[in-house]
């Protein structure tokens, strides 16, 4: 069955400095990969997909994520972190077959930018 | 254009009680899905509709009951509220599968 997996509850980094946010995947086609992100009391927001095509994918608030078919990941990165990145971040794929129609979370991953 | 919007915000029910969260999205999507989202527990899916007219259980839908009678709601039942229920409950939509869901603010329930 798909899943998906964010292997970090926190992730704590100094402003300024890059951020990495882990994901990996298990699905049996090719597949389609979001990032998400929750700030305190909101839904959520979407940041980025990946369906086809570049492996480097470009998405809102600067954020970018790195398609890695061979690896089974699709880690979320930023350059330089903002003080307004803390926020609460969910990697999600796309069910197959029966399950196409649905998206599947990870249990997200919280990210602390310090001054 | 108001995208999702769900009511109502925030709700406290007693144990047995009843009750309906609405969701209304003005993009014309033929999806929508309602989620609840628990400490560490990231969002699991209660119900989906893949058009006007249907639904679908998702990973969690046991005490919940769904209906989409028009395509721009889709409504989330409680029959009867029990205390694993409370949780903080999002609706969402998008066009196709593939496609951005869009999510509404949430309502935050709590079952006493």
């Known amino acids: 069955a798909q899943s998906v997996a964010q292997p970090e509850d926190q992730v704590n980094v100094a402003e300024g400095n890059p951020l990495t946010v882990k994901c990996t995947y298990s699905?049996?086609?090719?597949?389609?990969l979001f990032w998400y992100v929750q700030y305190p009391n909101r839904g959520l927001q979407f940041l980025l997909k990946?369906?086809?095509?570049?492996?480097l994918v470009k998405g809102s608030y600067g954020f970018e994520a790195e398609f890695n078919k061979s690896q089974t990941s699709f880690h979320l990165k930023k350059p330089s972190a903002l003080v307004s990145d803390s926020a609460l971040y969910f990697c999600?794929?796309?069910?197959?077959?029966?399950?196409?129609?649905?998206?599947?979370f990870g249990s997200g991953t919280r990210l602390s930018i310090r001054p | 254009n108001a995208g999702v919007t769900q009511t109502p915000k925030f709700r406290v029910l007693k144990t047995g009680q009843s009750m309906t969260l609405l969701c209304a999205q003005d993009?014309?999507?033929?999806?929508m899905y309602w989620y609840r989202q628990d400490p560490g527990m990231g969002l699991r899916l209660i119900h989906y509709?893949?058009?006007?007219?249907?639904?679908a259980k998702g990973e969690v839908p046991d005490g919940y009951n769904v209906s989409r009678l028009k395509k721009q709601n889709f409504l989330l039942g409680l029959e009867s509220a029990a205390p694993s229920q409370t949780s903080v409950y999002f609706c969402?939509?998008?066009?196709?599968?593939?496609?951005?869901?869009?999510f509404g603010p949430g309502t935050r329930l709590t079952v006493l």
């Open positions: 990946y369906i086809t095509g570049d492996n």
């Open positions: 509709s893949v058009g006007e007219g249907t639904t």
């Open positions: 699905v049996s086609g090719n597949p389609y």
């Open positions: 969402a939509s998008s066009f196709l599968t593939s496609d951005t869901q869009y």
């Open positions: 993009m014309n999507h033929e999806y």
């Open positions: 999600a794929v796309r069910g197959e077959g029966s399950s196409a129609s649905k998206i599947i």
